[in-house]
Each structure stands twice: as structure tokens, then as C-alpha cells.
């Protein structure tokens, strides 16, 4: 646990005590703007107010209708257009026909209504003039107001991009929308993405959406969407994705239409505390996939309730990820949630978990991983999982290991316990088909003790740092090690180990570090170390360690620093050593040096044996070694 991270949380918890109240922001109409006529539903006529600045070759605005239409263009001008003929206009900041304002800019009326006998069936304010190239074409609209009771399916486009091209348009004043009267048939199509001053929206009884897909993504100043309804086959991808100042969860009518993915629905809303009661059914969704739906909802303390989908797979990656004030989880059913990775990562304030039916779960990696907080989790029955990698990763309240349930899918458990520095025990579970346990248990500090053979590791190829940092274990555990590969930092900075079985290390090829700064380890048994070629401080800081016993050294093996800071041994019975090696300022006699240079491999040009700082230097032979082609220092 980082002081970085825990000073964040603490933060943002002292914030967002249970006695101080949920700030409801709302949005007041700037009264110096003019003002928007009242229409009955029944009226046809689209109004488009717009500041216009003191600037040259800008104040530009284009857009389309059909049918036939006229444009009051709010400057003393008017045009007539015929059925889909885009409409353009440039305002000049010194018309006196503009309404003069305390603002830095002055406003426009724009009124568009049907000629006669005609009827507005679609309007496109997606449009640019064809002479401007330049990338995002701003429209400074302040506020529209839609009434078009004859606007056709799809009727009504509007597209804002918050990455414009030299196609597409943007909106970086509107700050309100009303969206009053369309056909009861007709979907408005794409939305207000990136529209960062949009403050709130209005839409009549009788408008849908035709997609929720990104309709308000990063609309960061976005309070209130009112009347919201989805039209039929729906989905919500990102549709509030980084609306940081939404409160209030906007209601949603026709929620069931909301059948397909609500991947990062609300990704990002960081002050996202409350949901409607018409909220999240989500029954007949049959997209799959609700991950990353509260993603960074950072305020958010009770994970609404939702009835999710019974009859079909989903996903739910990364659902309430980094949502760092989340106190609370409803049991919800997840009995056809198949893939759960990083789920409640980072949750910090989450204390403990409901039973949730994890039974289909292909993957739970980092599922509570930096859940520091998290100290009770019930009974996991994870029977399909392949990877459990960091599921349980800095968990530092986390006593007692849970009972976990898996299956022989399970292949990949890294880290998966790494830094939990409360836990004091462990439990079995099928580990039978795992192939890395890379850095399992590393910073278990508080652990004390594994039971031999607890684990099932028969096809581990990895045993890297399965156990480094864990300060309070004693007796290195015995562990069936016959596939390993790498066994680096496997007990790097166990400071109080005393004892190490005698692990099948014959397929081992690298086992830096291994042993590194385990200060209190004696004695070690005779490894079989044919096969390992890199042992770059594998005994290093090991001052306790007495003696290494015989084993036999693969001739390319590197022994770079494998016995730095080791200054107690005073017997080394490895044989077959074939590289530059050091077992300076270490306890050797000559005797032992002697033995040494007798084991040391027959072709020894161009390699040295460093003994430096040894007792025994002032009456042993180098020259058995030298005799070899070595190079005796000291």
C-alpha cells in the first residue's frame, strides 16, 4: 500500500461521511440570453440561439431541413431553402440587427419553420459550409429548441465529436437543449459527444433514442437529462462516459429496450451517487457485456441494485473498477457472469462482499485487487476459471484467506495473493494444471506458515518470487517443483527463514536471487543445479549461510555477485563451476579454498575466481586453480 494511494482514499472518504449531505447541482438559464419562445406541441419550428464574437472569418453556422423551409437568420436577414438544401450563414459582429449582451458577445435568434403547405420531416445540424476546412467546426449555439411533430424516424441528427475532423462539428457553448416535440415514431440519431458545457437537456413525451451509444460522452458539465426514453433494441455504450458532474442518475424510459452492451455506460462520472428507482433491469439485455459500466465512479458508495440477464453469458470487467468510496454491494445475481477481472479493483473503502454465484467465471484476475480495505469475503466457487492473476493483490486488511473452490481450468495464479500483509494463513484449492505461480504469496509478511504439499504445482513452470517478502515464514514449504523453469526471487527478503527442502531444481534455468537477503537461512540441501544457467545473486546477503553443499554446476551457468554479503560460509562444495566467480570476504580456510580450486571446471582460461578477504588466502595453493587456466585474485 502506497502512502500515495492511502492518502487519496482517506481523502475522498473524509469527504464523503455519512452525515454530510449529497450536493445536487442544477442549472439556471443565463438571463441576459433571449429568450425562447413558448410553442405549442402542435407548432413547427426549430430555434437556434447563437453568440456571435468579435472575430474575424468565424461565426459560421450550416445545418439542413426537409421539406421546404425558411431561415430567420436573427441578423435582419431571411432566406428560403428548398427540401435537404444546406442552409449557411456568416454573422459579422458589428450587424446592428444583433442583441447586444454584458456577455463578450452578442446573440442571435435563429428561427426555422416549413413553408407553406410544407412540413419539417428532418433536421441535420451535422453540416459545415463547403469553404471551411478547418478541423471542427465550431456552431456556438447557447440553446436549441426543437418542435417538429412531423420529424420522420431518425428524423433529427445532431453530432458533436470531441476529436473534430475537418467533417464533423462541435457545439462548445450549448449548455441546454430542448428536444420538445418530434413524430412519436421518430429516433434521434448520435448525440451531444463532448459537448463539455452542456449543462442539461429536455426532451418531450414523445422523443426516443434511436441509440444511447456515446450520446452524452464527456459531456463534463452535464447535471439533468429529463425525459430521457430508449427506442427499441438499444444500448448504452458509454452513454455517460466522463459526465464528471452527474449526480443523479438521468431516468430512463422504455430501460427495457437497453439490450445490448453498457460497456462504461457511466465510466468515469467521479460524482455519480444516486440511481432512480426505474433504474437497472436489465433482464433482457442480451448484448453481454457490462464491463467497465461505474468505472471510476469515485463518489459512489452503495452500487445501485440490478437484475441482471438469466438467460444469456455476460461480462462484467472492471464494473465498479477504481470506484474508491464503494462501501456497499447488493447480492446480485451473477450466475451467468463469465468474466469478472478487475471488477472491484481499487475499491478501497469496500470492507467485505456479499455470496456472490461466481460459477461460470472464466477469469477473476484482480477482481479485489488494492481492496486494502477488504477484511471478510464468503466462500468463492470459482470452478471454470483459468486465471486468478492479482485477484487478491493488496488486499492489506484481508486476515483470513476465503475457502476457494477451483477446477482444473485454473492455469495462471501470479500474484494472485502478492501484498496481502494481514494474512496469516492459507487454504487448499486445485492447482493441479497451474503453470505460474509467479509471485503467488510475495509481501505476505504476516504469513507464518504453509502446509507442505498444500498445493498441487506438479505443471508450475514458474515459481518466480512466489514467496519474496515474506518476512514472518519460517520454514520454506515443501512444494512439488519437478516442470520448474525459474525459480528467481522465488525467497528474495525472507529475512527469518531457517529452513529450505530439498526442492527438484533439475529443469530449473534460472534462479537469480532465489535465496537473496534471506539472513537468518544456515543451511541448504544439495540442489541439483545442472540446468540452471543464470544465478546472479542467488546467495546474496545470505551473512547466516554456513555452508553449500556439493552440487553439481552447469558448465554455462553465471555467478554474478551469487555470493555478495554472504561473509559466513566457510565451506563451498559445488563442483563443475565453469564462469567468473567471487566468494570473496566470505569464512574460507585454506583448506576449504583448496577444496574450491580442486572443484572449479578444467578449463578455466580466461575466467577468474575472486577470494578476497578470506582467512585461508595467506596459506592455501592458487595454483590448482591456475594450474586450470584461472585467474586466483586474492
Not at 450550416?62 to 442552409?87: E, I, K, M, P, Q
Not at 458532474?245 to 465510466?267: E, K
Not at 469478472?340 to 456472490?356: G, I, K
Amino acid at each position: 500500500m502506497s502512502v500515495k494511494t492511502a492518502s487519496k482514499s482517506v481523502i475522498l472518504q473524509k469527504e464523503l461521511q455519512d452525515n454530510n449531505p449529497i450536493s445536487y447541482p442544477t442549472w439556471t438559464r443565463n438571463s441576459n440570453w433571449l429568450a425562447m419562445p413558448t410553442l405549442a406541441d402542435t407548432e413547427q419550428q426549430i430555434n437556434l440561439l447563437l453568440a456571435v464574437f468579435d472575430v474575424s472569418g468565424g461565426n459560421n453556422v450550416s445545418f439542413s431541413c426537409s421539406g421546404n423551409y425558411t431561415v430567420d437568420w436573427g441578423d435582419g436577414t431571411s432566406n428560403n431553402y428548398s427540401a435537404s438544401t444546406t442552409a449557411s450563414h456568416q454573422y459579422s459582429f458589428s450587424n446592428a440587427n444583433l442583441t447586444t449582451t454584458s456577455e463578450t458577445y452578442k446573440q442571435a435568434m435563429i428561427v426555422i419553420t416549413p413553408q407553406s403547405g410544407q412540413n419539417i420531416t428532418v433536421f441535420n445540424m451535422t453540416l459545415k459550409p463547403a469553404s471551411f476546412t478547418a478541423n471542427g467546426m465550431p456552431m456556438n449555439y447557447l440553446d436549441i429548441q426543437v418542435v417538429a411533430p412531423n420529424m420522420t424516424a431518425s428524423g433529427f441528427t445532431i453530432v458533436s465529436n470531441i476529436a473534430p475532423s475537418s467533417s464533423t462539428t462541435c457545439y462548445p457553448l450549448l449548455e441546454h437543449a430542448n428536444i420538445q416535440k418530434v413524430n412519436s415514431n421518430a429516433n434521434i440519431a448520435l448525440g451531444f459527444t463532448g459537448c463539455r458545457n452542456l449543462y442539461q437537456v429536455d426532451f418531450g413525451s414523445s422523443v426516443s433514442i434511436s441509440s444511447l451509444s456515446l450520446f452524452f460522452s464527456n459531456c463534463s458539465n452535464l447535471i439533468a437529462v429529463n425525459g430521457l426514453k430508449a427506442g427499441s433494441n438499444n444500448n448504452g455504450i458509454q452513454t455517460f462516459e466522463n459526465c464528471y458532474n452527474l449526480v443523479v442518475a438521468p431516468s430512463i424510459g422504455n430501460f427495457s429496450n437497453i439490450t445490448n452492451s453498457t460497456a462504461s455506460m457511466y465510466s468515469g462520472c467521479s460524482r455519480l451517487r444516486e440511481f432512480p428507482k426505474d433504474w437497472g433491469n436489465f433482464s433482457a439485455n442480451t448484448g453481454g457485456n457490462f464491463s467497465n459500466l461505474f468505472n471510476s465512479c469515485y463518489e459512489l458508495v452503495t452500487a445501485p441494485y440490478m437484475i441482471f440477464p438469466t438467460g444469456n453469458n455476460w461480462g462484467g470487467s472492471s464494473m465498479f473498477g477504481n470506484c474508491y468510496n464503494l462501501k456497499n454491494v447488493p447480492l446480485y445475481n451473477f450466475a451467468r457472469c463469465n468474466a469478472n477481472a478487475n471488477m472491484f479493483q481499487n475499491c478501497y473503502s469496500l470492507e467485505e462482499f456479499p455470496a456472490l454465484d461466481l460459477s461460470i467465471s472464466v477469469d477473476t484476475s484482480a477482481m479485489f485487487s488494492g481492496c486494502y480495505n477488504l477484511k471478510k469475503l464468503p466462500a468463492l466457487n470459482i470452478p471454470l476459471t483459468t486465471t486468478t492473476t492479482n485477484m487478491f493483490n493488496n488486499c492489506g486488511s484481508l486476515v483470513d484467506m476465503p475457502k476457494i473452490t477451483t477446477g482444473t481450468a485454473l492455469t495462471n495464479t501470479a500474484s494472485m495473493f502478492s501484498n496481502c500483509n494481514s494474512m496469516i494463513s492459507t487454504v487448499s484449492f486445485n492447482t493441479v494444471n497451474v503453470t505460474s505461480a509467479q509471485s503467488m504469496f510475495s509481501g505476505c509478511r504476516s504469513l507464518l506458515s504453509i502446509p507442505d504439499n498444500q498445493y498441487n504445482l506438479a505443471n508450475n513452470l514458474n515459481f518466480s518470487g512466489m514467496f519474496a517478502s515474506c518476512q514472518g515464514l519460517i520454514n520454506a514449504p515443501m512444494l512439488t517443483t519437478t516442470a520448474a523453469t525459474n525459480t528467481s526471487t522465488m525467497f528474495n527478503g525472507n529475512s527469518n527463514m531457517l529452513s529450505v527442502p530439498l526442492y527438484d531444481l533439475n529443469g530449473v534455468t534460472n534462479a537469480t536471487s532465489m535465496f537473496q537477503n534471506c539472513s537468518a537461512l544456515k543451511s541448504i540441501p544439495a540442489f541439483d543445479m545442472s540446468t540452471a544457467v543464470t544465478l546472479t545473486n542467488m546467495f546474496s546477503g545470505c551473512n547466516a549461510l554456513q555452508e553449500i553443499p556439493a552440487m553439481t554446476m552447469n558448465s554455462s551457468a553465471v555467478y554474478t555477485t551469487i555470493f555478495n554479503n554472504s561473509n559466513a560460509i566457510s565451506r563451498n562444495r559445488m563442483s563443475g563451476i565453469n564462469a567468473t566467480v567471487s566468494m570473496a570476504s566470505q569464512n574460507l580456510s585454506a583448506t576449504e579454498l583448496n577444496e574450491i580450486y580442486t572443484n572449479l571446471s578444467a578449463s578455466g582460461a580466461g575466467k577468474t575466481i575472486t577470494v578476497t578477504g578470506n582467512w585461508g588466502t595467506a596459506t592455501d595453493t592458487p595454483s590448482i586453480a591456475t594450474a586450470k587456466g584461472w585467474t586466483v585474485t586474492g
